[in-house]
């Protein structure tokens, strides 16, 4: 029986297995999971700093008009190793400590310099632009808790906490593996009848995307000694992602060797389009994927079900893509009892909503709708109708930050999923 896209998914991330750890440098753990709570050892900064060029004062002493002597010079990165005189000022740099006794610093722009001199021409309270100790960050304190993704900004905490080493999980290595007679390596000379293996690179992109790394293990060809050979090597792999030869064919052997080969089935065919043959499979520890070959299917079945896979193996707390409400912009009409992952386009009306219209022609063959798609929308199953102004579950697709800006006004026309509208 088929299960539908939300059991199909869940029933993946409970599968797969968190890939072993490791321990390595900062510039290694950029963009991957950590797998250790980060708790701070020091305070954050660790010591009072001055956060502008100017003169570290007492803010008591400084009210308007009055003058103060200047009484040393404190550059980033030295100590004046003597407290500030009383009635006097210490020129100070940014990042510079805040001498003893002193509680403010006054920027060159907000005083008069005359000789050896500053007179206040604005009042001065305690605390002005002095960065206190641990005002960032407290020693204790859970900054960065386990399986966060360290962005930029959580390598510059790490480094200025002298942390030079985290933990995180291995990267996780797919073995791809394209299955068809039709099938030509990209740079053969096309004959008739072939295709391009164009999945196998299609897929090696989508894992290096998260991170992942591909190994290309090429084309097996519709017989079972070949599929054989080939799906051994695959099950080697943390991953093994095969295409095409999943459907109900008399040439679509796939399932029919992963069986031989002791490798269990946890699920096959899904209530979805596109996307439907898609089998998902255990062999001990190694998940294995079996997407459907049509080019957009492979790619919207990794989107939705591997890639949450491979980010939960490195050790991702967020796997799932965000999701967003948007308006429908135009009536669609599609059949219900499968869930219609839909390519969009998105663009924003005059208040600032999302509004959604279907990317193009949403039949599978059509890999331009998927290029010219910036989100991908869930449909529910059981629905068959949506009416313009209905809000409907989308998320982006990755590096497509820029929204396509036409607005233009529905012609009130109903869509159909099943036409093949260009
Ligand atoms: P199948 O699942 O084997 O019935 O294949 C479905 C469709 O996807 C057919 O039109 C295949 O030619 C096409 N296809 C299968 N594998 C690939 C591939 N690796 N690259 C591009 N197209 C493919
Ligand atoms: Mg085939």
Request: glycine share 8%; proline share 6%.
């Amino acid at each position: 029986m088929p299960i539908s896209f939300y059991e199909a998914r869940q029933q993946i991330l409970d599968t797969v297995p968190a890939l072993a750890t490791e321990k390595v440098s900062l510039l290694d753990a950029a963009g991957r999971a950590i797998a250790e709570d980060i708790t701070s050892r020091q305070p954050l900064p660790a010591f009072d700093n001055s956060a502008m060029d100017g003169y570290a004062v007492r803010a008591e002493e400084c009210s308007v008009g009055k003058s103060l002597p200047i009484d040393g010079y404190l550059p980033a990165g030295e100590n004046l190793n003597k407290p500030l005189q009383p009635g006097t000022a210490v020129k100070i740099m940014t990042g510079a400590p805040i001498p003893q006794g002193a509680d403010a610093v006054i920027p060159f722009e907000n005083c008069k310099k005359e000789q050896d001199k500053i007179s206040i021409l604005y009042s001065v309270k305690k605390g002005d632009h002095v960065r206190w100790t641990g005002e960032d960050i407290r020693p204790g304190d859970q900054i960065i808790p386990t399986g966060t993704l360290l962005r930029p900004a959580e390598i510059s905490l790490l480094a200025a906490l002298r942390i030079s080493t985290v933990v995180v999980h291995r990267y996780v290595r797919v073995a791809i593996l394209s299955t068809g007679d039709e099938l030509q390596v990209i740079d053969e000379p096309h004959f008739e009848g072939g295709v391009a293996n164009s999945n196998s690179w299609a897929i090696a992109a989508a894992c290096q995307e998260v991170g992942a790394v591909p190994v290309m293990l090429g084309i097996a060809r519709d017989n079972l000694t070949d599929l054989r050979e080939k799906i051994r090597k695959g099950l080697q792999a943390d991953v093994f992602i095969t295409s095409a030869g999943v459907s109900s064919g008399d040439r679509d052997l796939v399932r029919e060797v992963l069986a031989e080969l002791n490798v269990q089935e946890v699920f096959w065919k899904l209530k979805i389009k596109p996307g439907h043959p898609t089998a998902f499979s255990m062999y001990d520890t190694t998940p294995v994927f079996s997407l459907p070959g049509n080019p957009v299917a492979t790619l919207l079945t990794f989107e939705e079900f591997v890639r949450p896979a491979l980010l939960k193996m490195m050790g991702h707390r967020s796997v799932l893509k965000t999701m967003y409400r948007g308006i429908w912009a135009e009536p669609i009409k599609k059949k219900p009892g499968r869930l219609q992952i839909l390519r969009v386009s998105v663009s924003f009306n005059q208040d600032g909503e999302m509004l959604l219209r279907s990317a193009g022609n949403q039949n599978t063959g059509i890999l331009r709708t998927l290029i010219n798609a910036q989100g991908i929308a869930l449909l529910p199953a059981e629905r068959d109708f949506f009416a313009a102004g209905e809000k409907i579950d989308f998320h982006l697709l990755e590096g497509s930050s820029t929204l396509d800006c036409n607005q233009q006004k529905s012609d009130g026309k109903i869509f159909s999923i099943e036409e093949k509208v260009q």
